[in-house]
């Protein structure tokens, strides 16, 4: 799924919290790995297009397995 009209409006939602001159320079994505095994990816910040964020699904799922089997 490429484009999904809940994404597109959640972030129209998410800007809209933002001052007018961040507004321009902050983005949020949400990138999704197609051959992934869940079909899930990750979710994005960037600040003037560098990434200063970023939550990916597969890392936080492993860690949490490993938190777990400790």
Known sequence: MLYSPK???AKKH???FLC???CKRVDFHIINYRKAHDG???AVIT???KEIFSMCTIKTESQ???REWE
């Open 40 to 42: 899930l990816g990750r």
């Open 14 to 16: 998410l800007l809209s």
């Open 64 to 66: 949490l397995y490993l």
């Open 7 to 9: 994404r597109s409006k």
């Open 47 to 49: 600040v003037d297009q």
């Open 20 to 22: 007018d001159s961040l």
